[in-house]
């Protein structure tokens, strides 16, 4: 298995542009997980999906941020506009019936905004 | 507001001794607590857990402890190995979800 899937690996936009960053789950899983990590707060969990349905989306930190999973094998995270702020590696995971041992990290998108 | 902290970003240890990395947690609720590895360039991986209602779980050189009174958990890794050097992250299950603390960069020097 090709594990969790990430693209892009990393990018560099401007101030105020619109960033879509992507992720493919392990065939199977049922859960998907989008964590941000910075020095100062660790890894957070931004929102997580049940069968492309989201369940909890409290760790969005603004309206600029949203996530859709059209369908079992693609999630994508979008920001817009980009702020230098949301410069930081963002990781999408993927689980089987929500056992957290169980939960496979891609190798994240480290963003990088102006 | 952290729940889950990890007060020491960074940890240096001479290979073939004890490495503790420690965690402190703020909810009593929490009832299962992980923790994850690191290798740059790469996203965490599994590493060893513990259930509110253990107090010690072992897997081979990994040892984890739980502290329920003092919300303090932690990771001891005998002997270090310079593979062992990663950063780590300890999480706390909540809600069925994860909440991780800051990581801990360990360094073990041969």
């Known amino acids: 298995d090709a594990g969790v899937i990430q693209s892009p690996r990393h990018e560099v936009t401007e101030m105020g542009q619109e960033v879509t960053l992507r992720c493919k789950p392990i065939s199977g899983h049922d859960y998907l997980f989008w964590y941000r990590q910075t020095m100062m707060r660790g890894l957070e969990l931004l929102i997580y999906?049940?069968?492309?349905?989201?369940?909890?989306d409290s760790g969005m930190p603004e309206d600029r941020f949203s996530a859709k999973m059209p369908n079992a094998s693609f999630s994508t995270l979008k920001i817009q506009p980009s702020e230098p702020r949301d410069s930081a590696v963002y990781f999408c995971?993927?689980?089987?019936?929500?056992?957290?041992?169980?939960?496979?990290f891609g190798p994240g998108t480290r963003l990088l905004v102006l | 507001d952290q729940q889950v902290k990890q007060n020491s970003p960074s940890l240096s240890v001479q290979e073939g001794r004890i490495s503790i990395l420690n965690c402190d947690y703020t909810?009593?609720?929490?009832?299962?607590f992980l923790w994850y590895k690191k290798y740059p360039a790469e996203g965490p991986t599994f590493l060893i857990s513990i259930s509110s209602i253990k107090d010690k779980n072992e897997d081979g050189r990994f040892t984890v402890f739980l502290n329920k009174s003092a919300k303090h958990l932690s990771l001891h890794i005998v002997p270090s190995q310079p593979g062992d050097s990663a950063v780590y992250f300890c999480?706390?299950?909540?809600?069925?979800?994860?909440?991780f603390g800051q990581g801990t960069e360990l360094s073990v020097k041969p």
């Open positions: 999906f049940n069968n492309n349905v989201p369940i909890d």
């Open positions: 999480a706390a299950s909540g809600g069925g979800k994860l909440i």
């Open positions: 909810n009593s609720m929490f009832d299962y």
């Open positions: 995971a993927s689980s089987l019936q929500g056992r957290l041992e169980t939960q496979y």
